[in-house]
């Protein structure tokens, strides 16, 4: 199962681009509600239905765990306790972690990101701790975690996460659905 966190004040293209792209891929993937409301606003006004609210999440089933950026977004997933719970749990278990824009900085405040490669939204290199920021790289893979610098990443980031989850080749049959020209 892939659980994507949305926290009020999500970025909407972070989130739902992954989504969207392993769900074609034959990924099982979960909006997850942060607060207990399953109708999350992202930062630009658009809401969304999650799929479940983030008691339903279950760290046995979970393979991945996405946290899109959006500073509203972050900040729900900071300070909710459950959330933070469910991100050690998913990196003790050895399950991917891809964050992107401002997210990675969660996962630096934890200390995932030490003596990691990582790359963040710019400007926010400050908030990263130890991590080896690669400054200006769109996507950045070190071990089972993925970042990503942006919104305009969000492809990227997505088809770097069906590789990871699903396979090149399921990578390259979706690359090519949304990519197909006629």
Same mark, same amino acid.
């Given at each position: 199962?892939?659980?994507?966190?949305?926290?009020?004040?999500?970025?909407?293209?972070?989130?739902?681009?992954?989504?969207?792209?392993?769900?074609?891929?034959?990924?099982?993937?979960?909006?997850?509600? !942060?607060?207990?409301?399953? +109708?999350?606003?992202? +930062?630009?006004?658009?809401?969304?239905?999650?799929?479940?609210?983030?008691?339903?999440?279950?760290?046995?089933?979970?393979?991945?765990?996405?946290?899109?950026?959006?500073?509203?977004?972050?900040?729900?997933?900071? /300070?909710?306790?459950?959330?933070?719970?469910?991100?050690?749990?998913?990196?003790?278990?050895?399950?991917?972690?891809?964050?992107?824009?401002?997210?990675?900085?969660?996962?630096?405040?934890?200390?995932?990101?030490?003596?990691?490669?990582?790359?963040?939204?710019?400007?926010? @290199?400050?908030?990263?701790?130890? +991590? !080896?920021?690669?400054?200006?790289?769109?996507?950045? @893979?070190?071990?089972?975690?993925?970042?990503?610098?942006?919104?305009?990443?969000?492809? @990227?980031?997505?088809?770097?996460?069906? @590789?990871?989850?699903?396979?090149? +080749?399921? /990578?390259?049959?979706?690359?090519?659905?949304?990519?197909?020209?006629?």
């Amino acid at each position: 199962m892939v659980y994507i966190l949305l926290g009020e004040g999500f970025e909407e293209c972070e989130a739902l681009v992954p989504a969207d792209l392993l769900r074609r891929a034959g990924a099982q993937v979960r909006l997850v509600a !942060v607060e207990d409301d399953l +109708a999350v606003t992202g +930062a630009n006004g658009v809401t969304v239905l999650a799929d479940i609210t983030l008691q339903e999440a279950s760290v046995e089933d979970m393979r991945m765990l996405i946290l899109p950026g959006g500073m509203g977004g972050v900040e729900s997933i900071r /300070m909710n306790l459950f959330a933070v719970a469910l991100i050690t749990d998913a990196w003790e278990k050895g399950a991917y972690l891809g964050a992107i824009c401002a997210a990675p900085t969660l996962l630096a405040n934890l200390g995932i990101l030490d003596r990691r490669h990582a790359t963040c939204y710019p400007g926010m @290199e400050d908030a990263m701790g130890s +991590a !080896v920021v690669q400054i200006g790289a769109d996507v950045v @893979e070190d071990g089972h975690i993925i970042t990503a610098q942006a919104a305009g990443s969000a492809f @990227e980031f997505g088809f770097k996460l069906v @590789e990871k989850l699903c396979g090149h +080749a399921a /990578m390259k049959t979706v690359w090519q659905d949304v990519h197909f020209k006629s």
